[in-house]
């Protein structure tokens, strides 16, 4: 059966997606941080819109509305549920949708529809800045990562760069099986991050490095002591960051390696 309260909502948030087709700029080389960043920003202006109009089907005024209590219902279902996620990598993509929609419901409450446009233009380009927004924090700054890196031997070739961001640095814990909350208090406390990936070809060998800057050396150690190593991966601390080594292959991911050094 139609229901029709259901499809004009669907309908209202797709006709935003396709007016920011021919509205929105190109958001230039996207990292995997700053990819969630921008779907957060399209995927939070269309449920905002979603949300308008089924206010004003339903006859409410949207500023008498609990938006905040709305949006913290909507993000702890999905921090609840993803501990149980077969890929929480996969699964923390859906968090685009509150956290964007919050971010951007404030700037509408707060501006109208120029408060929206506000933000779209200076585009966050950090997962972290819709976490900050949504727990109403303001981030420390820490100084960017600008690393050297040692390929793992010879025949290894460097084939992919990234940064993951606080959102994918939450995922990780939860794979690793750190506690949900604990897991969501060190994401809070992501900095910046790099990642490398290596491939021998000819032996199907991967080297992955992946160092995240954390707010301070108490939070890189707390991380390095809740996930335990692995013949296939482990963590160092260094300073305040964290030197995550992982591999197919035994023997590539010691302790102590001067593989990765990147500036204080």
């Known amino acids: ?23 929105l700029g190109d958001f230039g080389v996207l990292t995997t941080d700053s990819s969630f960043a921008a779907r957060a920003l399209t995927e939070g202006e269309a ?45 923390v993509n859906w968090f685009v949708y509150p ?24 585009f966050p380009s950090r997962t972290l800045d819709f976490v900050a927004n949504h ?27 990234d940064s993951f961001g606080a959102l994918q640095f939450y995922a990780f814990l ?10 969501w208090k060190h994401a809070e406390q ?5 990642l490398w990936v290596y491939l021998d070809e000819a032996e199907q060998s991967v ?3 992946w160092r995240v800057r954390l707010s301070s050396k108490a939070q890189a150690a707390a991380v390095v002591d809740a996930i335990p190593s692995s013949s296939e991966r482990t963590l160092e601390a260094i300073g305040q960051d964290v030197l995550v080594r992982g ?18």
């Not at 979603?50 to 913290?72: C, F, I, K, N």
Request: glycine share 8%; proline share 6%; aromatic share 8%.
């Open 1 to 23: 059966d139609r229901n029709d309260f259901a499809d004009t909502k669907l309908l209202a948030h797709e006709l935003v997606h396709a007016f920011q087709d021919d509205e």
């Open 47 to 91: 449920t905002l819109y979603e949300e308008l109009v089924a206010a004003e089907m339903d006859g409410t005024v949207p500023q008498d509305l609990d938006w905040e209590a709305h949006y913290e219902r909507w993000v702890k279902g999905l921090r609840n549920s993803l501990p149980k996620q077969k890929s929480t990598f996969y699964a």
């Open 99 to 122: 956290l964007g929609a919050g971010m951007l419901t404030r700037a509408w409450l707060d501006g109208g529809p120029a408060g929206v446009r506000n933000v779209l233009a200076a």
């Open 135 to 161: 727990e109403a924090f303001t981030p420390g700054t820490s100084p960017a990562l600008r690393c050297r890196v040692v390929p793992p031997s010879q025949g290894f070739a460097g084939v992919g760069a």
């Open 174 to 183: 939860a794979a690793a099986r750190v506690p949900e909350q604990q897991a």
């Open 190 to 194: 992501w900095r910046d991050d790099l």
């Open 207 to 209: 080297v992955v490095y």
């Open 247 to 264: 591999s197919n292959v035994s023997g590539h991911v010691d302790v102590g390696q001067d593989d990765v050094v990147c500036d204080p």
